[in-house]
């Protein structure tokens, strides 16, 4: 059977592993009539539960609109990886923004991990939580790159991480292929679904609102917002536009800052626990130093989850199996015979600076997406912010909101082929180890 015809048990959700496993399987009804609140959030992703749970903690009545399900995104659908940082190193934002802002996104860059295990340990989220990252380097060169890397997260106050030399590889994951790398052991693991699932229903012992299959038709930016779906509005004092790769035309003024990109993800097999614990003794995520990575890691139940690609635009591959199985065996051969039973996909949103981009539509309109591929904590991090800046402390958030942004060349018709063309230039010098 095709992965694509799983029945995943979350009608409405991508065919994956995640759906599949999900603790909570109720379904929250359409938005119908009209409704008040503090703030409307429109999308039910990390960003939007994070800021909602954030605002509703601090005493908000809050309202979000999600047009499909809960974590039907990028947030339902990743990677699992707890990675640090963003998506552009401390030393990059240094020379592109100066000393200050770099010093500001530093102090920062660990928080999203933070708000992560505090939310896990408050509200008592079952999401497979387990410690340690592991960036592996194919080459001598990605090795000299991590050290200088680690001396510039230090000197931010990041002092959990680790240099692995070829000879401490085995005891990370069971390859050849990588000449060493570095552990972040303040990085891990979750199950992406059943965290935002968790994390939505602490929103909701909060007295916080989320209808489902409710997408937002408009978005009125005025003194007094409102947001507008099909058979429903929502007025709010604050607006939060947490769409990221699924905001559509929504609103095309921020549409056009991000690209929709597709990763693909397999999951194979239960496998025998023995074999499990040899192909990844130390239980990390794993994710390699190219410009197209690959990423895999252990499920709780033993499965091997391994993912990669890329899709400008958010295409997908004509086969997810065919695209990524190649791959994981040249990581791991032992899995020759092994069964595929669930492949996906999912889009996250891009930027042209690969950095998010955040801001305002108007005093009362705000916005935060464009990740970038590092999202499971820095939409934790921003969506934590735009909660603080509702809450009328916007120190931090303006912080992202001064970062300048810019659309990606050639509009709507020649802006996916042009990114492209730049992706083969950063292929081509993987390869080649240049």
């Keep these: 059977m095709d992965a694509a015809e799983n029945d995943t048990g979350r009608p409405g959700h991508a065919p994956s592993y995640y759906a599949a496993t999900a603790n909570d399987r109720s379904i929250r009804p359409a938005l119908r009539g009209e409704v008040a609140t503090d703030v409307c959030i429109v999308g039910a992703g990390f960003t939007g539960i994070s800021a909602g749970l954030e605002l509703a903690e601090r005493g908000f009545s809050v309202v979000v609109l999600e047009a499909v399900r809960i974590g039907f995104g990028a947030s339902g659908r990743n990677g699992g990886q707890i990675v640090n940082g963003y998506s552009r190193d401390l030393a990059i934002i240094e020379r592109r923004y100066g000393a200050e802002k770099a010093r500001a996104l530093g102090a920062m860059s660990l928080e999203g991990g933070n708000i992560i295990r505090d939310r896990v340990a408050r509200y008592a989220i079952a999401c497979d939580l387990r410690a340690g990252n592991f960036l592996a380097a194919f080459t001598g060169k990605q090795l000299r790159e991590m050290e200088e890397t680690k001396h510039n997260w230090e000197s931010h106050g990041h002092t959990g991480l680790e240099l692995i030399d070829r000879t401490g590889v085995a005891g990370i994951v069971d390859t050849d292929r990588y000449a060493g790398g570095m552990v972040d052991h303040l990085g891990g693991h979750i199950h992406p679904l059943n965290l935002v699932l968790g994390e939505a229903a602490a929103l909701e012992t909060l007295g916080g609102r989320i209808y489902e299959r409710s997408p937002a038709t408009a978005v009125e930016t005025g003194p007094s917002p ?27 003024e921020i549409g056009g800052k991000i690209m929709p990109v597709s990763s693909q993800i397999i999951a194979t097999e239960p496998l025998e626990p023995a074999l499990a614990r040899r192909l990844l003794p130390a239980g990390y995520c794993v994710e390699d130093a190219s410009y197209v990575l690959d990423y895999f890691r252990r499920t709780a139940d033993d499965r091997l989850l391994y993912g990669g690609g890329v899709g400008y635009g958010g295409s997908d591959p004509h086969s997810i199996v065919g695209a990524i199985r190649p791959n994981m065996l040249k990581t791991f051969p032992a899995l020759r015979d092994t069964r595929i039973d669930f492949a996906w996909s999912g889009n996250f949103a891009l930027t042209l600076t690969r950095v998010p981009h955040v801001g305002r539509l108007s005093p009362t309109v705000y916005f935060s997406h464009g990740d970038s591929g590092h999202g499971v904590t820095t939409t934790h991090l921003l969506g934590k912010l735009l909660g603080e800046a509702v809450a009328g402390h916007a120190e931090r958030f303006d912080v992202w ?5 810019y659309p990606f060349p050639g509009g709507h ?11 083969w230039w950063y292929r081509l010098r993987d390869r080649l180890g240049v």
């Design 226 to 252: 409102l947001v507008r779906t099909r058979d429903g509005v929502v007025r709010a004092r604050y607006v939060l536009v947490c769409g990221n790769a699924y905001l559509g035309r929504l609103l095309p």
């Design 401 to 405: 909101a001064s970062l300048p942004y």
């Design 413 to 423: 018709s020649f802006s996916v082929p042009l990114t492209v063309m730049g992706s």
